[in-house]
């Protein structure tokens, strides 16, 4: 299992990247990563590589309530556009829709993504890469 050190807007937390799964079907490569701080399970991100349209799709991903708003969101979707780069794909998506209202409202989301880079297509979202 690979793993990467993260850093938090507070620096005195312990934080790593683990990879809990990867498994390749059909063309399509799927890897599961989990955010762990102070060895308590804070993320998670799922994302999906398809080298036949070199894209990169960011499936899940979700920052346990008491870690929001420390920039962990941020580096796990820069984390996501290394993955891409590292395996040649030119390209990220993701589809912006949120899975807890307490945090952002889709519109929020959407500006979020704006600001990290993300671009406007239909219902989803994208970057080269
Ligand atoms: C979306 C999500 C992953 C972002 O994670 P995060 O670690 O909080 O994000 P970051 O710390 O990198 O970015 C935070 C920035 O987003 C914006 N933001 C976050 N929550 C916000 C809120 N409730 N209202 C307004 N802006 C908000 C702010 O600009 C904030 O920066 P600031 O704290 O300096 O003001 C997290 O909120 C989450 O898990 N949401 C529930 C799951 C979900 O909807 N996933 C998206 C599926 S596409």
């Not at 079907?25 to 349209?53: C, P, S």
């Not at 990220?92 to 989301?109: K, Y």
Request: net charge positive; glycine share 6%.
């Amino acid at each position: 299992m690979s793993k990467r050190s993260f850093t938090s807007a507070n620096k005195e937390q312990h934080s790593e990247l683990e990879e809990s799964y990867k498994v390749a079907r059909e063309g399509v490569e799927t890897i599961g990563l989990r955010l762990v701080v102070d060895n308590n399970k804070a993320g998670e991100m799922v994302v999906k590589m398809r080298a036949e349209t070199a894209t990169l799709f960011i499936e899940e991903i979700q920052i346990e309530k008491k870690y929001r708003r420390k920039g962990f969101g941020t580096q796990l979707v820069r984390y996501a556009e290394d993955i891409a780069r590292s395996c040649r794909l030119t390209r990220i998506e993701l589809r912006p829709f949120t899975t807890d209202e307490s945090s952002m409202s889709t519109p929020g989301l959407r500006q979020w993504y704006s600001r990290i880079g993300y671009t406007e297509t239909g219902d989803s979202m994208y970057k080269a890469c």
